[in-house]
């Protein structure tokens, strides 16, 4: 059980404060409701330049990372197709320090030439090292189009293209932070050796003068339902060859999110699992064979990825990855497995319960799909699944006319 109380200031930054005594450190976790599916078509890698933009300094603070050193913190940040997270861990006697650094960028980020200029050639040396250079780095680049036709999840969170980052002009991006990043767009989390009265305080003291700002209301083309078969085979300078194969799934908020994570735990986690089990040790045709889920707030991908042995041909591998969704489309999940992965799920939470900074983002990434208090319910969610319902589940997505297959052929050197 994860204990918080929470505040809203006059300006609608939503405010959760979790004291945990036990630890002479603190966080402090600010989520903004913006993502890469934000984004202008023409304009896609925004959000993910923020982040990097975010630690160019404000007009008051013109190096971030510095005051920060000084009093032990330490600070970070990720971006999502949903959302963009920032956080600061330090001692609780000096968390002061992180709220004047994130009031002051929030209120007023320092928007120069200079600071776009090093922050664009940073995404862009990213982009190429990370997505364009490496072995499957642009398989999401690949499959998201073929994936979403309609919803702007068509393109990852570094962008559709380097050329949109290359054309970010100062007044885009200014509009772009204008337009998201204001107390209203905001969750913050208050975590560690605090009181939610000094939390308070300090929040009115740092935040409270910053203006609320425009309220973005998002209004995003949603997804059709796929009734047909996608496919792509691609030749590529990679180590060995490779098998997509992802299908639509619902939302977050969907009751079938909590079956669809069963499935793909049942299916891919740890070496008891059924892919490792069948296809790695057994018939001995893959070297590894994962399965996961986005996770998305809108309509998300279960995915299937597997790296066959130079021996087996592409069309046997695809073959045991169906042999495998068939088996769990047709014949009911065994008690005992189901417990199993069940165990393992609340094992996970309880753990992830401990570690203060994950409770800060888990506490913020909840209010944002609607109640923090939703962290304390995530459990018995899972453990009320049936066999049935995984049954059921499985059914509605694992069809080939739901399928969208990416294969990636090693070129054969000459």
């Known amino acids: 059980m994860v204990k918080f109380n929470r505040f809203t200031l006059s300006n609608g930054l939503r405010v959760i404060v ?39 300094g404000s007009i008051n603070i013109p190096d971030y990372d510095q005051p920060l050193q000084r009093v032990g913190g330490e600070n970070n940040a990720f971006t999502s197709n949903d959302l963009t997270n920032y956080y600061i861990t330090l001692p609780s006697a000096n968390i002061e320090t ?27 040396e990213e982009f190429k090292q990370r997505y364009l250079n490496q072995p499957y780095g642009d ?14 999840y ?6 559709k293209e380097i050329k949109h980052i290359e054309d970010a002009k100062i007044e885009d991006v200014k509009a772009f932070f204008k337009k998201h990043y204001n107390p209203q767009n ?35 083309p949603q997804e059709p339902e796929q009734h047909d078969e996608r496919r792509e085979t691609v030749t590529a300078k990679v180590p060995l060859n490779d098998v997509y194969i992802a299908f639509q799934m619902g939302a977050r908020l969907d009751e079938s999110y909590y079956a669809a994570e069963l499935i793909s735990d049942i299916l891919s986690r740890g070496n008891s699992s059924r892919l490792y089990r069948t296809l790695v040790k057994e018939k ?42 068939e088996k769990i489309k047709t014949k009911e999940v065994p008690a005992d497995e189901l417990t199993k992965v069940k165990n393992k799920i ?5 753990f992830s319960e401990m570690a203060l900074l994950d409770k800060a983002m888990n506490l913020a990434s909840f209010e944002l799909l609607g ?44």
């Open 18 to 56: 979790h004291e945990d005594h036990t630890t002479p450190m603190a966080v402090l976790n600010i989520l903004y409701d913006v993502g890469a599916r934000d984004e202008d078509p023409d304009q896609t890698g925004f959000a993910h330049l923020f982040e990097h933009l975010m630690f160019g």
């Open 98 to 124: 992180a709220f004047w650094l994130e009031s002051d960028r929030m209120l007023s980020l320092a928007f120069s030439k200079k600071s776009l200029e090093v922050q664009r050639n940073v995404v862009i």
């Open 139 to 152: 398989v999401w680049l690949r499959l998201r189009p073929m994936i979403y036709k309609k919803h702007p």
């Open 154 to 159: 068509q393109w990852a969170t570094i962008g």
């Open 186 to 220: 905001a969750i913050m989390v208050v975590g560690g050796d605090v009181k939610t009265e000094d939390v308070k305080l300090l929040a009115e003291k740092w935040f409270g003068p910053i203006p609320a700002g425009q309220k973005y209301h998002r209004n995003l």
């Open 284 to 325: 001995q045709l893959f070297s590894e064979v994962h399965a996961y889920m986005t996770g998305s707030l809108d309509k998300g991908i279960f995915a299937f990825e597997g790296k066959p042995l130079e021996n087996v041909s592409i069309e046997t591998a695809e073959a045991a990855i169906w042999e495998e969704l």
């Open 346 to 350: 609340e094992s996970t939470t309880i």
């Open 371 to 414: 109640d923090a208090d939703l962290i304390n319910h995530e459990t018995e969610k899972f453990l009320s699944v049936t066999a049935g319902e995984i049954k059921e589940l499985a059914n509605q997505l694992f069809r080939k006319d739901n399928s969208t297959t990416l294969i990636y052929l090693a070129e054969k050197a000459v």
